[in-house]
């Protein structure tokens, strides 16, 4: 629980244990007028879209990198790929393409965020098939 005083109020934000690098949410609410009507977090607060760090996720390529070589060699390494350079690069001409599943936003979510950033090609799946991830749009 967090609070930040915004004019005369005090605003409550919450975060998940561990979480704190994650965005903070907000009751929307006064701490005062909190207090006085049943001061919970009802799992109703919790935003839907919230990533969960321990469900397994797969990780699709759904457009050709911005620099395809320099691409390919740095998800080889990131991702401990077995599959030859000439393979990804026949793959990519067939897209989407499934690069990796079973893994953790927990251990790759990092990598994946910054692979993202320079190439602006990945996509996270859940295990629900929702999109967690996708590059922006030009």
Do not use: H
């Amino acid at each position: 629980m967090f609070l930040k005083k915004n004019s005369d109020q005090l605003n409550v934000f919450y975060q998940d244990l561990g979480a704190l690098s994650s965005p903070f949410y907000s009751l929307d609410i006064d701490l005062f007028s909190w207090l006085e009507n049943n001061p919970v977090i009802d799992d109703e607060d919790s935003p839907s879209n919230e990533l969960d760090l321990i469900d397994v996720v797969k990780v699709y390529i759904v457009r050709i990198p911005n620099d395809v070589n320099k691409f390919i060699m740095e998800i080889r390494k990131y991702f401990n790929l077995k599959l030859s350079i000439n393979d990804i690069r026949e793959k990519l001409n067939g897209l989407p393409f499934l690069v990796i599943q079973d893994i953790t936003l927990m251990k790759y979510g990092k990598t994946i965020e910054i692979l993202n950033q320079k190439y602006n090609c990945l996509e996270v799946l859940n295990s629900k098939n929702e999109i967690l991830i996708r590059p922006v749009k030009n």
